[in-house]
């Protein structure tokens, strides 16, 4: 079975709040780098990162994260 990438609306968001990656992190208790490759679709955080950083935003993962259809 082949993945389908992830996207991510975490930069668009972040944008919207003001927030770096620095500020993101911190408010869900991981490195910078970690958001840093989230946001660039280098890593797919766990259902629990990703609930954290939805909770931080107010809002659901499905808004932050979508499977790529177009894809395979």
Request: aromatic fraction near 8%.
């Amino acid at each position: 079975m082949t993945e389908r990438p992830l996207r991510n609306k975490l930069k668009i968001y972040r944008a919207m709040r003001d927030w770096t990656q620095e500020e993101l992190a911190r408010r869900v208790a991981v490195t910078r780098k970690t958001i840093n490759t989230v946001e660039k679709g280098k890593y797919v955080p766990s259902t629990y990162l990703a609930l954290k950083i939805a909770r931080a935003f107010g809002v659901t993962v499905e808004e932050l994260f979508q499977l790529d259809d177009d894809a395979g």
